[in-house]
């Protein structure tokens, strides 16, 4: 039986679980609010960790967190969020479960201003996705001038766990930014053009 080789971005390993994260969902262009929530919350829970740990506690998070209801999360009590401290398939740390309410009222709160989460998040790369044309992943910062500006601004809104790292990440992550490497098949898929890129 002959095996089909694909390319895909060496941070995306073998592991079944995360190589179907890599195909289907990274660099995919994000526009559902509880999604969007849905990745800032797991993407502040990955600091200092691998994104694999956060990737196999997902479930568990959406269990945790009301499916990423913001509206839930921004009226779960104190007590609810000290229980949740004990629950083995979230990561266990306070600081972090703490902040997800308090970023779930700050989502809100920001939707309420904007009509959607979405439509503020996306005025910061005027729209479209930001298309690199990175060859390696030596290649590709760990934050840039954008992801600056969006880490200040979530900041001055109350928003935790947001540094320029992790919303480096977050962009990555909901493609507003498209930093799958050249040599990957899901680059030209998302729109990478080697020609417009030179």
């Known amino acids: 039986m002959q095996t089909t080789s694909i390319n895909r971005c060496a941070w995306a390993g073998s592991d079944p679980l995360y190589c179907a994260y890599h195909d289907q969902e990274w660099g995919v262009p994000v526009h559902d609010d509880r999604l969007l929530f849905e990745f800032l919350t797991l993407e502040g829970a990955q600091a200092g960790l691998s994104w694999i740990t ?7 998070y959406r269990r945790a967190f009301a499916a990423f209801d913001p509206e839930a999360v921004a009226r779960f009590t104190d007590a609810e969020l000290v229980c949740l401290a004990s629950e083995e398939s979230i990561v266990r740390n306070r600081l972090k479960i703490a902040s997800t309410r308090d970023n779930a ?3 809100l709160a920001v939707r309420e201003e904007f009509d959607s989460f979405d439509a503020y998040l996306w005025r910061f790369v005027d729209g479209l996705p930001l298309q690199n044309a990175r060859r390696t992943l030596s290649e590709v910062p760990a934050s840039t001038a954008v992801s600056d500006q969006l880490s200040r601004d979530l900041k ?13 990440a977050f962009m990555q992550a909901v493609g507003m930014v498209n930093d799958h490497t050249v040599e990957c098949f899901r680059w030209a898929e998302l729109g990478g053009n080697i020609g417009e890129n030179l």
């Open 54 to 60: 956060i990737l196999r506690k997902r479930e568990g």
């Open 105 to 107: 009222r700050a989502f």
């Open 156 to 168: 001055k809104r109350g928003f935790r766990f947001v540094g320029s790292t992790i919303c480096y």
